[in-house]
């Protein structure tokens, strides 16, 4: 299923930040991501139950929150996803064609005489 793409347009507004509502906003904005959305949450119910506390569940929201931010805005995901693609497969800086720059001569290690 394709969705149209409006350049510097929302395809969503943003969603409150809870399970329910992130799930329907991830349904529109990039549905192939659901199983991993469904896989975080069971794992964070299940530490949340583990440890008797509610921050993995907080932690969950916020990561989704995250993602669904991202995926709203179309321009903003397809550079996101370029950077970590290249960030996660690239071998070395100069093979993503990032190299840096030189460091320069007054923060080369000293040398010794």
């Known amino acids: 299923m394709s969705r149209p ?3 510097g347009i929302e395809l969503i507004p943003r969603p409150q ?3 329910a509502a992130l799930r329907a906003a991830l349904t529109v ?7 991993e959305m ?3 949450q069971a794992e964070a119910m ?8 509610v921050q993995p569940l907080r932690s969950f929201v916020a990561h989704w929150s995250a993602i669904v931010e ?5 321009a903003t995901a397809r550079v996101y996803h370029q950077a970590n693609q290249l960030a996660n497969h690239a071998a ?3 093979r993503a064609g990032n190299t840096p720059p030189p460091l320069p001569s007054s923060t080369a290690p000293p040398t010794r005489r």
């Open 29 to 35: 904005a990039a549905a192939d991501r659901l199983p």
């Open 92 to 94: 070395t800086l100069p």
């Open 46 to 53: 299940a530490e949340a139950v583990a440890t008797g506390s």
């Open 70 to 74: 991202i995926e709203r805005h179309p």
């Open 5 to 7: 793409v409006h350049e």
């Open 17 to 19: 930040q809870n399970p």
């Open 38 to 40: 469904f896989d975080g």
